[in-house]
């Protein structure tokens, strides 16, 4: 099963569950997924006349990027490693929760990429 398909199905879990460290991590790891699936818009026209304009539903969608499991797992990687650089940065007492989250976030994140899911979130 790929990693995005995972995500989307533990994300309802983790709702259940209430565990928001989880829920939050993976809405962001899988808005990170949907981003690197877009496509750039270098030939779209910015403006123009309405003659111009697609019709028809669809008619101006793009087709997305295909991810494949090695991109999924650097973007997750990346993603995870982002909240631990964070954490590392937020150095003042006042911040401890703010941190502990952070670093509940990236084993969440890290839990898929080792097969495990959220199991290993606070």
Do not use: W, Y
Not at 28 to 50: E, H, K, Q, T, Y
Not at 75 to 92: P, Q, T
Request: no cysteine.
């Amino acid at each position: 099963m790929s990693l995005d398909v995972q995500l989307r199905q533990a994300l309802p879990e983790a709702m259940r569950a209430r565990d928001k460290v989880a829920v939050r991590a993976i809405r962001s790891a899988l808005a990170a997924l949907d981003n690197a699936g877009a496509v750039p818009l270098d030939g779209a026209p910015r403006a123009g006349a309405i003659e111009g304009a697609p019709i028809g539903a669809g008619a101006a969608e793009a087709p997305r990027r295909e991810l494949g499991d090695d991109d999924m797992v650097e973007i997750l990687r990346a993603e995870a490693a982002e909240r631990l650089s964070a954490a590392d940065e937020l150095a003042a007492p006042e911040h401890a929760a703010r941190v502990a989250e952070l670093r509940g976030e990236a084993v969440v994140l890290l839990g898929f990429l080792e097969g495990s899911g959220p199991a290993g979130a606070a």
